[in-house]
């Protein structure tokens, strides 16, 4: 009989999607995998809230209040949880702003601009607001693994996610643990 | 009859005044290490070389091998200490690698890689630290400094200009340069100094030649650093 | 503010321009100008020939040397737990409210500054501050609105009340050491009797070992610098006690500096040393000109100088070094660094000071009390000496006790004394724990109060800091890891990156957003830094946390939020900013029941 399937979710918080794009990169390995995983809430599925997985893999670092109840829906439901390429352990490229003024940072982009009247940053409370820095999600809730990379080559995802859906430590090894 | 020691359980053989590190490297061991430089004397401050002797823990640069002394090196227990150590220096400053000109011939990463840290650990400081870009052939970007010091001995003892010297102490620390006005530009300090040459990580860059070697023919790309440092002697 | 080059010009003069002396000349700078000033920092560069970047290096790496402006009256509280126990923290902030000043941050108009400092070795007379360097002892409400006054009206130091500066030796407790009164010159005479080898080998006999903490036997010392190769051999004296806790030094120096001073006198004489050399820290800066007019007399009655008490070849005189605020100097290779002008970075060792010390120079480095004792073991032998304490640990200890009990102050017990005799004698009648050797030292629960003073088993430096069944382990384990990380040099990755990681774990737990996990961190930089610290003060740095975490384990556990994980920093805090800047307070703009309007 087969085995069950085990169920997966992904999410970008402060990310580029590069990370899941690198997913998408094992290419034929990609039947094999949706042999033994269900995708749960994924950009891949479009599914909007996380339900009991296996395991969450995380884009991204933490920059904003969303980003931090997805965060935690991910860790509530997940039994392992996975931080995924450069943003998600360092915070990245988005990091790049800790050490401005946030203030700063928001006149510049959204007041002192000439083409837009009456500019002023957005207070709509639909958006979610940003935090003082943007941090590493480990840093936020409690993380199982890293797969570090910007981003993580398809072949380092799924060498790590081979070894997980095995049962095996996950572990990359020399040759695929990069962190550019 | 010569002088011998154990390591990692095989016989080494020594002369009188090596280290440890010394000996262990002319008999084809590698012991990871960023402040330690074969040109310079030993500095003892990144503690990456630290090994076990005789149930001790010592800085394997700087102390010379004893006869029949057991050394641990390769071992799990040490390479997670080293582990530690390199999961600080990169908390402690601002490691972006994707965006570093260094990356791929970066010491400290590739011995990330060496001994596997897939994360840093701890909470990152997230210091700030201004680059400074006054000097026309060459860039500082002190977010990347490990304090190895090879900059600042290499610029007083081999260039004879004193151009770099550590102030502050403790976590504030850091590196500045021989002018009143804090600035490269304004000391004598040339692309072609020793201490140009010499950082093991990102924070002395010479200008306009960054990225030349593409991905996959960098220094690291190829081999781990335990390879290419007993390699090159490095 | 006067021209910068002619003062600097003066001052490198007075000293040679040697530029070994490079803190004592910027020390010397910053007395004139208040702070130093980016210029003045070129121009002793530029007069001792000595590259700028070095210069700046050690002007950045003493706590109490100012490279930015600061207040015309700087004024730095005691931050020992001690000093924190007797309300130093609600002085210092009501002093700051008084003054119309936050902690850390210059007035505007220049006039004053207040911060915090490590121990100022004033704990039995505490809260301690320093004025302009000048240690004002035993501060309560009426002592703080005096300065505050007396700063408001700009009233020179010297016209304040001397009440304020008078400082006490608090002796409790005498024996040997402290006991007898001293005739200047006996112990002298006594050891040329002897002759070298002779008074070397009385040495030998007594046993006696480092009263500093390490405990390394004092003859070997003496023996190794003897016979190590140089001519020009050196004594110094670490009078850097920066220990928290520790304030013997100070009375010692204050009350018997003769006996100091001639015990340095009789290691030059077994060591064949010629120059003296005691590094005073910065904190007892008060003690500096009573001790050089002792010197003076001392070379007046010829104990120092050319041919000592008349011994042809026997030459042998003291300099005061003065330290500038930083704890590590206390190890002896960093003191020596210091002593060379330098960063008080310590030294790789091998070669140990006794063949490669001082500029290279085998160098004897001991403690104030060590040098002292010389002269009971010159007066009445090795063996006598010897003859009381413990087989291992031979002599009196001094012991400085500050905290919960009745009597604090200085006393003197022959080595082996239990610590549960110490606590009845000094009237702490509800001793819940002792740190015994200060922050570095170890923590002893009460069911270990049975436990003896001595190397063998608990070794001091000689502070004995008491805590009632009032205070928590958790409190004062977390005020020691602050200290270490404002003392770390920075040199080594383990210590420079370790305190500052237990610092924030600390603070975190004592915010009450702990988690179970943190506990185990925490253990593993303990483990970092006591097995890949360059130095005693990396690898000691972890003690207060491993002690208390085995023996007060409660005290952290209480404090945990969860048993699993939490974040390090409020996330509804961390949105503040934003709010701030959209002007929004709705709920979404609020994380973990953050309120919103």
Redo the contacts between chains.
Sequence with gaps: MDKPKLRVATTSLAGCFGCHMSLLDIDEHLFELVGRVAFDRSPLTDIKHCGPCDIGLIEGGVCN?EN?HVLREFRRNCKTLVAVGACAITGGLPAQRNHLD??AC??QVYRFRDDIEDAA???D??L??????V?PVH????IDYFIPGCPPSGEAIWKFLGDLIAGRTPRLGHALLRFD | MTKQFLFDGQPVEFEDGQTILEAARAAGHYIPHLCWHPDFP?H?????C?VKAGGR?V?SC?L?AREGMEVESNTPEMNA?RR??LQ??F??GNHFCPSCEKSGNCQLQALAYELEMATAR??H?FPDRPVDASHPDVLLDFNRC??CELCVRAS?DVDG?????????????HL?????SGRLGDTDFSVDDRAANICPVGVILRKRVGFALPIGSRKYDGAAISVVAMKEGE | MPEVDPVVQQVVARHGGDPSHLLQILIEVQEVFGYLP??S??AVARELAV????V??V???YSFLYPAPIGRYRILFSDNITDQMLGSRALLEALCRKLWVEPGKPSEDGLVSIDTTSCTGLCDQGPAVLVNGRAITRLDYRRVNEIAELVRKAVPLDRWPAAFFQIEDNVRRRDALLGPTFQPGSALAAALKLGPAGWLEQMRLSGLRGRGGAGFTTHVKWKSCRDAAGPDKVVVCNADEGEPGTFKDRVLLASHAERVFEGMALAAYATGARTGLVYLRGEYRFLLEPLRALLDRMRGDGLLGRSILGEKGFDFDIDIHLGAG?YVCGEETALLESLEGK?GTPR?R?PFPVTRGYLGRPTVVNNVETLAKTTLISLGGGAAFAATGTAQSTGTKLLSISGDCALPGIYEYPFGVTIERVLEDCGAGDAQLVQVGGASGVTIAGYEFQRRIAFEDVPTAGAFMVFDSGRDPFDIARNFVHFF??????????C??????LK?YMDKLALGRGAK?DLA?IE?VD??LR????CGLGSSAANPVVDTLIKFRPSYERRLKSL??E???D?DA???????????D?P????DGGRGR
């Design positions: 209040s931090v946030l203030g928001l006149q940053v957005p207070d409370p639909e979610p607001l940003l935090l003082d820095k941090y840093e936020v809730v409690r | 030993p003892g401050s990144c503690k990456l630290i823990h800085s700087a010379p200490e530690a150590l600080m220096l908390v402690e701890f909470n400081f490990i304090f007083r200009k004193s151009v770099f010297a550590l102030t502050d102490r403790g976590i504030h620390k500045v340069v021989n002018a009143e | 980016a210029p920092l070129t590259p700028r970047s070095r700046e290096g002007a950045g790496f930083a960063r790789i091998p990380a404002h003392e770390s040099c920075g040199f080594c990755t383990p420079r990156v370790g305190t500052a990681l924030g996990v961190d593993w483990r970092l097995n890949a610290s360059h699993e994980f974040p390090a920093f996330l961390a949105l503040a900013d934003a709010r701030r800047i959209t002007g929004r709705d979404a703009a609020h994380l």
